[in-house]
């Protein structure tokens, strides 16, 4: 290679930082020192100042130790999330893995039930979702707990779910009390992952998609069943989208506006102003999700197969 | 899910060919029964709520009225118009869900081309930046952006931009806003997935870098953008994380839907059907939205094709 052709090959790769600019000017001015900011907040007790900004007192660790050691209410949320995150994780991605293989097939009204299945993508998230299951506007407005379970059996005699509970209480009187509440808790949950599967359905959809059809076929000729090259092709080419969905899965929990650990890592901030103890808060969580992620990453990353190389 | 094969069949003694034709019937059903169960796990609660919509006060508190009204009565459905003002809201709304959906639009396509096309120094590592940029939960930031924008530094001036549209300008044009971090994603596979040779030949006809981006490429990923914009309208017209921060008092859908439960008072009865039918009035433009743009959307879906 000529070092001109070199050279104009660098050049041609260096007007990629043209397209990125923007990118890095918002990590560089915004997110790296919003997250070094928060981080410094978590060591301080901070409080408004009214010139602008905040002022701060060193605290050591002291509000770590008050979240894990002394607040009750944070440290059984905080170990639900970390829990819920776990569990749901692997659920999510095998559903949405089956659903998005369901979905590739070929069947008459298919474009409907795709159609059907990403309606909660569109329509069911930030308030919505938060309606849906919980009483936010009650908390939101300090109505009280008491109110908002009166409002929730009339939203459930309006909704028409009044006839289960008659039915479980029936069933529990029967003695099968266990039993009845594992079916409830595993279509809650059922209910939950559909809700909350449907941009890993599509991600999936996607890669099945990019399976080339060229490799069925080979596979077909040396007489390959259809559930052999399932094994053999669809789950290796798809794998490295596996690790995006785990990202992804993990990110959602995140942001899902019905986490009772972000309700009180909100109020704690906003209507209690403890901003530096929000803080800490925020970044235990953080922290303690980012190694979950890195394991499940790291376990992900060794089932997966990369085409290229 | 194995995909048995007819064409096969067909070579194959009879008696091998009715077992696949009953094992294809046997698979159909099996399919059909867990597809339709599900899709029927997602429309019952929207099909509850349309029908309970139209309970008169006296339906609610009936017991023996379920899912069909005895009495049609559009009584609620009027309170909620009124109480959430919505003409105000919805015009709020998707002034502010619109831009903002564009910017993000234009701003995660420009850096998804950057990402997919060209090896430059430190891409990995930017990426990886970008992806993080996501992994983290908003109640992180929340605060150091609240503030960043409380008191704006513009030229040594401090301007109070909250409650404005602008933290959501600047944080989409540089890719940090909603859920921004999968669109550059999606743009980036997208692009990935477009044979080099088209660039190449636009180059050898002399269009420069921006020509060949906005002439060549963007207009071959209209379908992927017109997914992307889909799902970061609907994503923040109905968001409360960066919102409840940046547009805690603007007339927004979301915040009056919110307000709308202060408005009716202690009727518990009907300020659950309230809360119904401001969801679905919260809903209805991007149900409607979703009905037109759905097939676009998946194909747009499948053409972020994954290539790898």
Same mark, same amino acid.
């Not at chain 1, 905040?54 to 440290?75: C, E, I, Q």
């Not at chain 2, 959430?84 to 919805?90: A, D, E, P, Q, V």
């Not at chain 2, 071959?220 to 992307?228: D, K, L, Q, Y």
């Given at each position: 290679?000529?070092?001109?052709?070199?050279?104009?090959?660098?050049?041609?790769?260096?007007?990629?930082?043209?397209?990125?600019?923007?990118?890095?000017?918002?990590?560089?001015?915004?997110f790296?020192?919003?997250?070094?900011?928060?981080l410094?907040?978590?060591?301080?007790?901070?409080?408004?100042?009214?010139?602008? @900004?905040?002022?701060m007192?060193?605290?050591g660790?002291?509000?770590?130790?008050?979240?894990?050691?002394?607040? %009750?209410?944070?440290?059984?949320?905080?170990?639900?999330?970390l829990?819920?995150?776990?569990?749901?994780?692997?659920?999510?991605?095998?559903?949405?893995?089956?659903?998005?293989?369901?979905?590739?097939?070929?069947?008459?009204?298919?474009w409907?039930?795709?159609?059907?299945f990403?309606?909660?993508?569109?329509?069911?998230? @930030?308030?919505?979702a938060?309606?849906?299951?919980?009483?936010?506007?009650f908390g939101?407005?300090?109505? @009280?707990?008491?109110?908002?379970?009166?409002?929730n059996a009339?939203?459930?005699?309006a909704?028409?779910t009044?006839?289960?509970?008659?039915?479980?209480?029936?069933?529990?009187?029967l003695?099968?009390?266990?039993?009845?509440?594992?079916?409830?808790?595993?279509?809650d949950?059922?209910?939950?992952?559909?809700?909350?599967?449907?941009?890993?359905?599509?991600?999936?959809?996607?890669?099945?998609?990019? %399976?080339?059809?060229?490799?069925y076929?080979?596979s077909?000729?040396?007489?390959?069943?259809?559930w052999?090259s399932?094994?053999?092709?669809?789950?290796?080419? %798809?794998?490295?989208?596996?690790?995006?969905?785990?990202?992804?899965?993990i990110?959602?929990?995140f942001?899902?506006p019905?986490s009772?650990?972000?309700?009180?890592?909100?109020?704690?901030?906003?209507?209690?102003?403890?901003?530096?103890?929000?803080?800490?808060?925020?970044?235990?969580?953080?922290?303690?999700?980012?190694?979950?992620?890195?394991?499940?990453?790291?376990l992900?990353?060794?089932?997966?197969?990369?085409?290229d190389? | 899910?194995?995909?048995s094969?007819?064409?096969?069949?067909?070579k194959?003694p009879? =008696?091998?060919?009715?077992l696949?034709?009953? @094992?294809?019937?046997?698979?159909?059903?099996?399919?059909?029964?867990?597809?339709?169960?599900?899709?029927?796990l997602?429309?019952?609660?929207?099909?509850?709520?349309?029908?309970?919509?139209?309970?008169?006060l006296?339906d609610?508190?009936?017991?023996? %009225?379920?899912?069909?009204?005895?009495?049609?009565?559009?009584?609620f459905?009027?309170?909620?118009?009124?109480?959430?003002?919505i003409?105000?809201?919805?015009g709020?709304?998707?002034?502010?869900?619109?831009?903002?959906?564009?910017?993000?639009?234009?701003?995660?396509?420009?850096?998804?081309?950057?990402?997919?096309?060209?090896?430059?120094?430190?891409?990995?590592?930017?990426?990886f930046l970008?992806?993080?940029?996501?992994?983290?939960?908003?109640?992180?930031?929340?605060?150091?952006?609240?503030?960043?924008?409380?008191?704006?530094?513009?030229?040594?001036?401090?301007?109070?931009?909250?409650?404005?549209?602008?933290?959501?300008?600047?944080?989409?044009?540089?890719?940090?806003?909603?859920?921004?971090?999968?669109?550059?994603?999606?743009?980036?596979?997208?692009?990935?997935?477009?044979? =080099?040779?088209l660039?190449?030949?636009?180059y050898?006809?002399?269009?420069?870098?921006?020509?060949?981006?906005?002439?060549?490429?963007?207009?071959?990923?209209?379908?992927?953008?017109?997914?992307v914009?889909?799902?970061?309208?609907?994503?923040?017209?109905?968001?409360?994380?960066?919102?409840?921060?940046?547009f805690?008092?603007?007339?927004?859908?979301?915040?009056?839907?919110?307000?709308?439960?202060?408005?009716?008072g202690?009727?518990?009865a009907a300020?659950?059907?309230?809360?119904?039918?401001?969801?679905?009035?919260?809903?209805?433009?991007?149900?409607?939205?979703?009905?037109?743009?759905?097939?676009?959307?998946?194909?747009?879906?499948?053409?972020?094709?994954?290539?790898?």
């Amino acid at each position: 290679m000529t070092s001109k052709l070199r050279l104009a090959r660098f050049r041609k790769n260096s007007a990629g930082y043209i397209f990125v600019l923007p990118v890095i000017i918002g990590i560089v001015f915004f997110f790296a020192p919003a997250m070094v900011q928060s981080l410094v907040y978590s060591f301080h007790e901070v409080s408004p100042n009214p010139a602008g @900004g905040v002022t701060m007192s060193y605290l050591g660790f002291a509000n770590f130790n008050r979240a894990l050691n002394v607040d %009750v209410a944070f440290k059984y949320r905080f170990i639900t999330a970390l829990t819920n995150l776990v569990a749901d994780v692997p659920v999510i991605l095998i559903f949405s893995f089956i659903m998005a293989n369901a979905l590739n097939q070929k069947f008459k009204g298919r474009w409907l039930f795709r159609a059907i299945f990403f309606i909660p993508v569109i329509i069911g998230t @930030g308030i919505i979702a938060k309606i849906e299951t919980d009483d936010y506007l009650f908390g939101a407005y300090g109505i @009280g707990a008491s109110a908002s379970t009166a409002a929730n059996a009339a939203s459930s005699m309006a909704g028409g779910t009044l006839n289960v509970q008659s039915m479980i209480g029936f069933l529990r009187a029967l003695g099968l009390g266990r039993f009845i509440d594992y079916i409830i808790t595993a279509i809650d949950r059922l209910y939950y992952v559909v809700n909350n599967s449907g941009v890993q359905i599509v991600i999936f959809l996607s890669a099945l998609q990019g %399976v080339p059809q060229s490799l069925y076929e080979a596979s077909r000729v040396e007489g390959c069943s259809g559930w052999e090259s399932f094994w053999k092709i669809t789950l290796p080419l %798809v794998s490295p989208i596996l690790l995006v969905n785990t990202i992804y899965t993990i990110v959602n929990f995140f942001l899902d506006p019905k986490s009772e650990l972000t309700a009180i890592i909100q109020d704690t901030t906003f209507l209690r102003g403890l901003y530096g103890y929000g803080a800490a808060m925020t970044w235990l969580f953080f922290a303690s999700a980012g190694a979950i992620l890195a394991v499940i990453c790291f376990l992900v990353s060794r089932m997966v197969f990369y085409y290229d190389d | 899910m194995s995909e048995s094969d007819m064409t096969e069949a067909k070579k194959n003694p009879l =008696s091998q060919t009715l077992l696949k034709k009953t @094992g294809r019937a046997l698979y159909l059903a099996l399919l059909y029964t867990i597809v339709i169960g599900l899709a029927f796990l997602i429309l019952y609660p929207y099909l509850v709520k349309i029908a309970t919509s139209f309970m008169s006060l006296d339906d609610l508190s009936d017991p023996t %009225v379920r899912f069909i009204p005895k009495n049609i009565s559009f009584y609620f459905w009027q309170r909620a118009a009124k109480g959430m003002n919505i003409l105000t809201s919805f015009g709020t709304s998707l002034y502010i869900a619109g831009i903002t959906a564009l910017l993000q639009v234009m701003s995660c396509a420009f850096a998804g081309y950057g990402f997919a096309r060209f090896k430059f120094v430190g891409r990995n590592l930017l990426f990886f930046l970008v992806i993080f940029t996501m992994l983290v939960p908003f109640t992180t930031i929340m605060l150091p952006y609240y503030l960043k924008f409380r008191y704006f530094n513009v030229l040594f001036t401090k301007l109070n931009l909250i409650n404005t549209i602008w933290p959501n300008v600047v944080l989409s044009v540089t890719g940090l806003g909603l859920k921004n971090g999968l669109y550059i994603y999606m743009m980036r596979q997208f692009f990935r997935s477009m044979p =080099s040779e088209l660039e190449e030949a636009a180059y050898i006809d002399g269009a420069g870098l921006f020509g060949t981006y906005f002439r060549i490429m963007l207009p071959n990923a209209f379908v992927t953008m017109n997914t992307v914009f889909l799902l970061a309208f609907c994503w923040q017209w109905t968001d409360t994380t960066y919102a409840s921060v940046f547009f805690s008092t603007k007339p927004t859908v979301v915040n009056a839907l919110k307000n709308i439960v202060l408005v009716v008072g202690q009727d518990l009865a009907a300020v659950s059907s309230l809360r119904n039918i401001g969801t679905l009035i919260v809903m209805a433009p991007l149900a409607l939205l979703y009905a037109f743009v759905q097939r676009s959307f998946i194909q747009g879906i499948e053409r972020s094709g994954i290539a790898n």
